[in-house]
């Protein structure tokens, strides 16, 4: 019996709440933080010079537990952060946790602010932290046990000195931290994320040490950075062309970086990357910590899948509905989550580090293995704060990820059509013109260094008047170059966890394009979003030149040769409402979130023309262009 697309997806949904092979996870509690209060004041030696076997002295502000305006004599447990963000603005960490009884070295990293030598974006911090973690140990207020925490960058520097495996190094907090950047977060799926040129325009460049030095050189600097949105649409960046001249390690970094694809060494190395450096990896706990709108949110889960299977030391996952660097908020973007969403980082934090520095039999032992928040049980309306409330509630579960998740094929049709009925047609597909001079615009997402690029977060899918080259005011799906995909409206709640696939037959006339993916949770209109909210769940891209792997580059594209592009969008957790539509578009861009591909086939980061491409998805019985959901079965 051949079922209409509406009863036939209700009746797969059905079928996989029945097949519930293990009892479902509970609700749980926001993440406990410790309750435990000061009991010193804080002491705190500026510039300490450690210095490095080449001769290069990086600089510290150590924090110490102090009584009557002295340190404590004795041996304490030590936290260290290692930052490029100057270490005199971390103010709140050396405090809160050197008046509850630990050290806290604050580093900043080679060649920023006031440590010596060259910056070369993580290449330099696994043998510097290395260094840094040792000399720690050897100093007379140390009791030997070196913890690390820090956010994004600072993220970054903890795997990357655990990558040579310190004998000091105790326990570590990574909160949505640098790694595995040739897969996603700075190249990504071959494309190139925007967000790290802006980092080195905006952040990098104007904190050189050489426009630290000199005030009308980074004042210089500054306004060059203001005018971002230029820059990346006068790509590509040709050495020697741009302001960044005057720091020429930054231009450098962005020139390499741009120009490497994700088969590169750049990509590989230490510091880069964890997951291919995990035998190397200290056996250490570690707590890892991210967002679900996070633009490290796919790495961080698979820093915790590789870890958690080589390494007996426990590892632990705590995912929330936040953006980069907000665990403190319930808010991403244009969207509310319930108040619990919001948690206190630093008492979690210092709950883990009591109990594996000062061994504290604190219940972490007991925490479950992974905590996650899942979002999407909100009652659809504006907040008084003006957002929509789309709501959730923390769940515990045993694993990454969650082996009671069933994966779901929802097929592409023509028209528009998703449903888990598998195409019967032969010789289907939508065509669409891509023109990389009016590329599609970037609506939030899994963004960070975004300052005046674009917005991070969740957002209705039209354009505003922050969108950059947006064009006009029109829903995304309106573009006769964006392919909308949506199922009929849901007869149940489906709840999907985890890492999402987008697999499509694909050609085009261009011998090497783009092809993008969004999942969108398109909710209905109501009183308050009287023309309903188009939300974004995740999206991610694949340059046609990578479809066959990131290690390698695949022959070009032939008009007419349908092949097969798989896109793997961020982790996600949500709750897509009975009345709701599941919806997938499907694009040629995502700008200035990727770089633009020009359709030539020319080399990366290199190529000054751009040419129009016709772009065709296949939607048929021999190709069957599809979207893979893992979706948690419904409770009986």
């Known amino acids: 019996m051949i079922l209409p697309a509406r009863r036939h997806f209700a009746l797969v949904v059905l079928l996989l709440g029945m097949a519930q092979a293990a009892p479902l996870a509970a609700r749980a509690q926001a993440p406990a933080p410790a309750s435990r209060p000061?009991?010193?004041?804080?002491?705190?030696?500026?510039?300490?010079?450690?210095?490095?076997?080449?001769?290069?002295?990086?600089?510290?502000?150590?924090?110490?537990?102090?009584?009557?305006?002295?340190?404590?004599?004795?041996?304490?447990?030590?936290?260290?952060?290692r930052t490029p963000y100057n270490k005199n603005d971390v103010k709140a960490e050396g405090p809160y946790y050197a008046s509850r009884g630990y050290v806290v070295v604050v580093n900043d990293v080679r060649g920023r602010y006031a440590s010596e030598g060259t910056w070369r974006l993580i290449a330099d911090d696994p043998a510097d932290g290395r260094e840094v973690v040792e000399w720690i140990a050897a100093q007379p207020w140390s009791d030997g046990k070196v913890g690390t925490?820090?956010?994004?960058?600072p993220g970054g520097t903890q795997h990357a000195l655990a990558e040579m495996n310190p004998p000091h190094?105790?326990?570590?907090?990574?909160?949505?931290?640098?790694?595995?950047?040739?897969?996603?977060?700075?190249?990504?799926?071959?494309?190139?994320?925007?967000?790290?040129m802006n980092w080195i325009f905006q952040t990098g460049a104007p904190n050189s040490r050489a426009a630290l030095a000199n005030p009308d050189l980074r004042r210089a600097?500054?306004?060059?950075?203001?005018r971002i949105r230029e820059h990346v649409d006068s790509l590509p960046v040709r050495p020697g062309d741009t302001p960044l001249l005057a720091a020429p390690e930054y231009e450098a970094w962005l020139v390499e970086a741009m120009r490497s694809g994700p088969e590169s060494p750049f990509w590989h190395i230490k510091g880069m990357s964890v997951v291919d450096h995990v035998a190397?990896?200290?056996?250490?706990?570690?707590?890892?910590?991210?967002?679900?709108?996070?633009?490290?949110?796919?790495?961080v889960t698979m820093n915790y899948e590789a870890l958690s299977r080589a390494k007996r030391s426990p590892q632990r996952l705590l995912i929330g509905p936040w953006v980069h660097g907000s665990q403190h908020l319930n808010v991403s973007g244009e969207v509310e989550f319930s108040r619990e969403a919001g948690i206190d980082?630093?008492?979690?934090?210092?709950?883990?580090?009591?109990?594996?520095?000062?061994?504290?039999?604190?219940?972490?032992?007991?925490?479950?293995?992974?905590?996650?928040?899942?979002?999407?049980?909100?009652?659809?309306r504006r907040t008084p704060k003006g957002r929509l409330n789309h709501g959730g509630y923390w769940r515990a579960e045993r694993e990454w990820p969650l082996s009671r998740a069933r994966p779901l094929a929802l097929y592409l049709s023509a028209g528009g059509g998703l449903s888990a009925a598998a195409p019967s047609v032969e010789a289907s597909g939508t065509s669409y013109t891509f023109d990389p001079r009016h590329p599609v615009p970037t609506i939030g997402g899994n963004i960070s260094s975004n300052q005046g690029l674009m917005t991070s977060g969740g957002y209705d899918q039209r354009p505003r008047d922050d969108t950059h080259a947006a064009g006009n005011r029109l829903p995304l799906s309106e573009r006769p170059d964006v392919l909308a995909f949506r199922t009929a409206p849901l007869d149940a709640d489906v709840e999907v966890t985890g890492t999402v696939e987008v697999r499509l037959w694909v050609d085009s006339s261009a011998p090497d394009t783009d092809f993008t993916a969004k999942l969108v949770d398109e909710i209905p209109p109501n009183p308050d979003y009287p023309l309903g909210f188009a939300l974004n769940i995740g999206d991610s891209i694949i340059r046609a030149r990578y479809?066959?792997?990131?290690?390698?580059?695949?022959?070009?594209l032939r008009p007419g040769r349908p092949?097969?592009?798989?896109?793997?969008?961020y982790p996600t957790s949500n709750v897509f409402k009975k009345g709701h539509r599941i919806r997938v578009d499907v694009s040629s861009s995502n700008y200035p979130r990727f770089d633009v591909n020009p359709n030539t086939g020319g080399p990366l980061g290199e190529d000054r023309r751009k040419v129009t491409a016709e772009n065709t998805v296949y939607h048929d019985a021999t190709h069957p262009s599809q979207v893979v959901l893992p979706v948690v079965p419904a409770s009986r």
């Open 345 to 380: 980082l630093m008492g979690v934090r210092l709950r883990w580090y009591d109990r594996w520095m000062r061994g504290d039999k604190n219940g972490v032992d007991d925490d479950p293995p992974v905590l996650v928040y899942v979002m999407g049980t909100g009652d659809d």
């Open 547 to 556: 479809r066959e792997g990131l290690d390698h580059r695949a022959p070009p």
């Open 280 to 299: 190397d990896y200290a056996d250490v706990p570690v707590l890892h910590v991210t967002g679900w709108y996070d633009s490290w949110a796919r790495q």
């Open 149 to 153: 925490f820090g956010t994004s960058y």
């Open 221 to 226: 600097l500054v306004e060059n950075g203001r």
């Open 563 to 569: 092949a097969l592009a798989t896109i793997t969008l």
């Open 38 to 81: 000061a009991e010193f004041e804080v002491d705190v030696s500026k510039d300490v010079k450690i210095p490095m076997p080449d001769g290069v002295r990086l600089a510290a502000d150590v924090y110490r537990p102090a009584r009557a305006g002295k340190p404590v004599e004795g041996r304490f447990p030590t936290l260290l952060t």
């Open 169 to 196: 190094l105790t326990t570590m907090v990574p909160v949505d931290s640098v790694s595995n950047c040739g897969v996603s977060g700075m190249r990504h799926g071959g494309a190139f994320e925007l967000r790290f």
